[in-house]
């Protein structure tokens, strides 16, 4: 019986030593120490020993207990401590690995180019302005020769939140707003910057929202020879020296007369090519002469001020400038778009 325990306990030992894993000392404690284990087997058949070598076996099996159990945990540490080497190995940091880049945020094409235009205005002395996008029937319209149901309404249709209140579909409204502002004092020489709204079918070239730059001089003397300057001077800083403008007649409620004005076709130059749908000129803006009933309205006699006005679309100067194809790409956040027009 002693020779069993004793082959019992260097089995035990050996599988002990071969261990790799926590899991397998889980196994020899089980197998050799557990209540169904054959130690406690030996322990059992005890009674069929002479009484004078009870004692004796069951002082040795105690030890050989213990002594498996102390391998067993020595076992156990050390498998710890190799665990414990191998994970602090596997996560040790690479200092020699590049880092992250740290990404800086990129100006928006729009507000790169709406920055240019406001330079370009401030240094031919003009303030920047501002109004609400949500604005009043009154001065959205009202105040710009525009009656309610007058048929130039049509063409900015726009999104009422009561009969009264709209987004406003135009920057134009600021005009007014500036002028009763500056309560007849002159000279009122501004840009206003802005979003405006339109219910307006969504394409290449349209969008329910988009940015326009009013632009208003009021003083005395002020012709449209004075627009023309300007204008052109913009023009040429804007897109180029070798920049033509032309003005064409139109209309608008607000302005009389009015015109649309064209820039030189900035791809071919005025030859003609599809951009410019073959006609060598690319329409920017429109503007005119400040109406007189605008202006009175406003707070300005007629017969003695006078004043020009224009209003440019802030993504088609953009897409001219850039030669961007599609509006919508303003809108949609493309980083691999946006990342194009980084300015630090
Ligand atoms: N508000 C006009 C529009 O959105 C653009 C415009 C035309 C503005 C003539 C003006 C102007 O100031 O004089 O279609």
Redesign the pocket.
């Known amino acids: 019986m002693k020779d069993k325990l004793l082959a019992l306990k260097e089995d035990a030992l050996t599988k002990v030593d071969n261990a790799t894993e926590p899991k397998d000392l889980q196994n020899v404690r089980v197998e050799y120490l557990g209540k169904k284990g054959p130690i406690t087997e030996v322990l059992r058949g005890m009674g069929q020993l002479p009484a004078e070598e009870r004692p004796v076996i069951g002082q040795l099996a105690n030890d050989i207990r213990s002594d498996i159990e102390a391998a067993l945990q020595e076992k156990e540490s050390e498998l710890a401590a190799k665990q414990l080497e191998a994970q602090l190995a596997e996560e040790k940091i690479d200092v020699t690995l590049p880092g992250r880049p740290v990404t800086t945020g990129a100006t928006h094409p729009l507000s790169a180019v709406i920055d240019d235009i406001e330079n370009i205005f401030m240094g031919l002395g003009f303030k920047i302005a501002e109004g609400p996008e949500v604005e009043q029937d009154y001065y959205n319209f009202e105040a710009l020769n525009l009656p309610k149901n007058h048929p130039a309404r049509d063409?900015?249709d726009s999104f009422y939140i009561t009969d009264e209140i709209l987004l406003r579909?135009?920057?134009?409204p600021v005009?007014v707003r500036t002028m009763e502002a500056m309560k007849g004092e002159v000279p009122v020489k501004i840009i206003c910057p802005g979003k405006?709204f339109r219910r307006d079918d969504d394409d290449a070239t349209h969008s329910h929202q988009f940015m326009?730059i009013?632009?208003?001089y009021v003083d005395r003397g002020v012709s449209m020879s004075d627009l023309k300057g300007i204008l052109l001077t913009f023009a040429k800083e804007m897109f180029g020296e070798d920049q033509q403008i032309r003005l064409r007649p139109s209309f608008?409620p607000?302005?009389e007369p009015?015109a649309e004005v064209d820039i030189s076709c900035i791809l071919c130059h005025g030859e003609g090519c599809r951009v410019c749908k073959h006609t060598g000129w690319i329409e920017i803006?429109?503007?005119?002469m400040?109406h007189p009933r605008v202006l009175e309205m406003a707070g300005y006699d007629p017969k003695e001020y006078s004043g020009?006005?224009?209003?440019?679309g802030v993504e088609r100067i953009a897409m001219l400038k850039y030669g961007v194809d599609d509006i919508r790409h303003f809108y949609t956040n493309d980083q691999r778009f946006i990342k194009q027009f980084q300015r630090l």
């Open positions: 063409m900015q579909t135009h920057t134009s005009q405006v326009q009013e632009g208003l608008f607000f302005t009015s803006l429109g503007s005119g400040v020009f006005a224009f209003g440019m």
